[in-house]
């Protein structure tokens, strides 16, 4: 998918039917993450969680920057777009189950979000 093209419909749609791929965009809704703290909150092991990312940002519905040794993932920017919408949607199946389970996980983690926000270094190191 050209970086300048809109998500089409059929992208949408597979990206959201895998069950990894929504756990993953749940987490990205708080912000940006690096693979490390997917991984953990999802409990996952990080091939998984890497293809899943890979293939979320081929598809046009994450971006992705380079800091040292990390490469840390966030959902793109979509305002009215389709995806946005189908986002919203999900909004009260994310708050359960599962989905809620992982954003717990990622909650108790020290670094999960400071590190990101701060950009500076990733956890100093410590987990990834």
Not at 2 to 12: A, H, T, Y
Not at 13 to 27: F, G, H, M, T, V
Not at 38 to 64: R, T
Not at 79 to 99: T, Y
Request: aromatic share 6%.
């Amino acid at each position: 998918m050209d970086i300048n093209e809109p998500m089409d419909c059929v992208s949408i749609y597979k990206s959201l039917a895998e069950e990894s791929r929504l756990r993953i965009l749940n987490l990205l809704r708080k912000g940006p993450l690096c693979v490390c703290h997917v991984q953990e909150a999802l409990q996952m092991p990080q091939p998984k969680v890497s293809k899943q990312l890979a293939y979320l940002k081929k598809h046009g519905l994450l971006d992705s920057r380079r800091h040292n040794n990390w490469t840390i993932y966030e959902i793109a920017a979509a305002d009215e777009s389709l995806f946005a919408a189908n986002l919203r949607e999900l909004e009260r199946v994310f708050a359960e189950g599962m989905f809620r389970d992982d954003a717990n996980r990622l909650d108790k983690l020290d670094t999960s979000i400071a590190c990101v926000q701060r950009d500076d270094a990733c956890c100093e190191g410590e987990c990834c």
